[in-house]
């Protein structure tokens, strides 16, 4: 018997966590970060007390109650608490794609759980992992062990690492890359790192790519007595389709289908191409007389592509940070072909050199751009920078006539939460031409045309549902729970939080 509970992520976008048990073997799918309950009591300078570990989270009721956490972040008046809890043994967490709202809260878990997913999901994560400065959440694969002094808890001495298996067999580059240890402790213990046959379960796995916003989505088919798929966040439009369409031919048996519904809430809602994106951008660019900056996330694929046939065409240079240079440079492992081929990448003088940065400097060779530079030229350049990168242009000084384009995920954030009012206040301040976002009466608005949707429509999503013909439908990551009882009455289950469900 299959048993299904949402742990978390119902009638909201993101913070996907999901149980499934058969055989006795338990998995998450997805222990993503739930923004919509964080943005209650946090924000920039107002966070969890990394000193008590899960402490905030635990007492505010962000994640699960559940004896399942990482055994040193849980601080000593914390203890009794948590035994008092189930703790079912999680024999791995499938992670369906790199963004925040799903892999969030994964560090928390407890170090014997390994994760499953894509190589290309493990090396997004690991690389921004190496370049976060210690946060607990960004500790995949690699963590910190805390050591109990009191009730505080301290960065002690031991880097340890959960196991990987991933869905392909990887080269030596990629196994490399995700072995290596950015740090300088005492003791590093790795994990294992392998493909996913090496992982013992008595049920079927398979961990199927989709297309989405960010490069190695995945969903995955579970077959046991009976047989779940789960697409993780996928679309039908995007420049990979053919991953989506195969994924839907694959799960075609599966009894219970748990799929996202993130776009079927909104209105008028029609697809918007990668192609649409690339000509309303180049028209943009072509009418800016001096520099161009490029707000996307370069872990988009098709949108990085996008913007570097917009340079050539318009005989800029496309500039990225370090940062996204080294996410480049891990995917590129895997990829092999030449990502940060054409690309410069922006100096960006820090008073001290991290170790992730010295081994970019030592393994690509691409010419460093610093502000004083840009600021000469800069109708030369197209600047890929987001929201936290624009103290820089203190530096830069744009000049009249210097466009901003935000070609950025959706405003409900699934990589990050800000305040776009403050964005535009940057903006403001440096007389930027701005696209893609703008202040309207009752707030924010994202004019359409400047960013094609990770998500699927809805009338592509009925299409997906009759296609896969599943016998029971469990919604996730969606507002509009409703949209399913009204178009499939038989089969939709609207899942209440925490409820168990046997088939
Ligand atoms: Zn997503």
């Known amino acids: 018997m299959m048993k299904i509970k949402i742990l978390d992520g119902v009638n909201t976008i993101g913070g996907n966590k999901i149980l499934v048990s058969e055989y006795g073997e338990n998995y998450l799918l997805d222990f993503g970060m739930n923004f919509n309950l964080y943005k209650k009591y946090f924000e920039e300078f107002m966070k969890e007390r990394s000193r008590r570990g899960i402490y905030d989270l635990w007492k505010l009721n962000l994640i699960p109650r559940y004896n399942i956490y990482r055994k040193d972040l849980i601080p000593s008046d914390l203890v009794n608490e948590i035994n008092g809890y189930e703790n079912p043994k999680i024999n791995g967490?499938?992670?369906?794609?790199?963004?925040?709202?799903?892999?969030?809260?994964?560090?928390?878990?407890?170090?014997?759980?390994?994760?499953?997913?894509?190589?290309?999901?493990?090396?997004?994560?690991?690389?921004?992992?190496?370049?976060?400065?210690?946060?607990?959440?960004?500790e995949i694969p690699f963590f910190n062990v805390r050591k109990r002094e009191d009730y505080i808890l301290k960065s002690g001495d031991e880097i340890n690492s959960r196991d990987i298996y991933l869905s392909e067999k990887i080269s030596d580059k990629t196994y490399d890359f995700l072995s290596q240890k950015f740090v300088k402790k005492k003791d590093v213990n790795s994990g294992i790192i392998s493909d996913i046959d090496g992982f013992n379960s008595r049920l079927e796995m398979n961990i199927i790519k989709v297309d989405h916003s960010i490069y190695g989505s995945s969903g995955i088919f579970i077959k046991?007595?009976?047989?779940?798929?789960?697409?993780?966040?996928f679309r039908l439009h995007g420049k990979y389709s053919s991953y989506s369409y195969d994924f839907i031919n694959r799960v075609r048996d599966a009894e219970i289908l748990i799929v996202e519904g993130t776009r079927i809430s909104r209105e008028n809602d029609e697809n918007l191409s990668e192609d649409d994106v690339y000509r309303n951008a180049l028209s943009i660019a072509q009418d800016t007389k001096n520099l161009?900056?490029?707000?996307?996330?370069?872990?988009?694929?098709?949108?990085?592509?996008?913007?570097?046939?917009?340079?050539?065409?318009?005989?800029?240079?496309?500039i990225v940070t370090k940062k996204d240079a080294f996410s480049l440079y891990a995917l590129d492992t895997y990829k092999n072909e030449n990502i940060l081929k054409d690309l410069m990448i922006y100096d960006e003088k820090s008073t001290r050199t991290e170790n992730w940065e010295r081994f970019l400097d030592d393994n690509i060779n691409n010419e460093l751009l610093s502000p004083l530079e840009i600021r000469k030229n800069q109708e030369k350049y197209i600047l890929c920078f987001s929201f936290y990168d624009l103290n820089e242009l203190l530096d830069i000084e744009p000049l009249e006539k210097s466009s901003y384009i935000y070609s950025?995920?959706?405003?409900?954030?699934?990589?990050?939460?800000?305040?776009?009012?403050?964005?535009?206040?940057?903006?403001e301040f440096f007389k930027l031409d701005v696209y893609g976002i703008k202040r309207t009466e009752n707030g924010i608005d994202f004019p359409k045309g400047l960013h094609a949707s990770g998500h699927v429509s809805g009338n592509d999503l009925f299409k997906v549902i009759?296609?896969?013909?599943?016998?029971?439908?469990?919604p996730v990551h969606t507002t509009n729970p409703e949209w399913f009882r009204k178009n499939f009455p038989e089969k939709a289950i609207l899942p209440e939080i925490q409820k168990e469900y046997s088939f």
């Open 93 to 138: 967490i499938f992670i369906s794609h790199g963004h925040l709202d799903h892999t969030g809260n994964i560090a928390l878990l407890d170090e014997n759980i390994p994760v499953l997913g894509t190589p290309e999901t493990m090396l997004i994560l690991k690389s921004l992992s190496d370049i976060s400065k210690g946060g607990m959440g960004m």
């Open 224 to 233: 046991g007595d009976i047989s779940i798929a789960y697409t993780g966040d």
């Open 292 to 318: 161009i900056i490029a707000d996307f996330s370069s872990r988009n694929f098709e949108r990085l592509e996008t913007f570097k046939r917009i340079a050539e065409k318009t005989s800029r240079n496309l």
């Open 408 to 427: 950025s995920s959706e405003a409900f954030g699934e990589e990050d939460y800000f305040s776009f009012d403050r964005l535009l206040n940057w903006l």
């Open 466 to 474: 009759e296609n896969i013909d599943p016998e029971r439908i469990i």
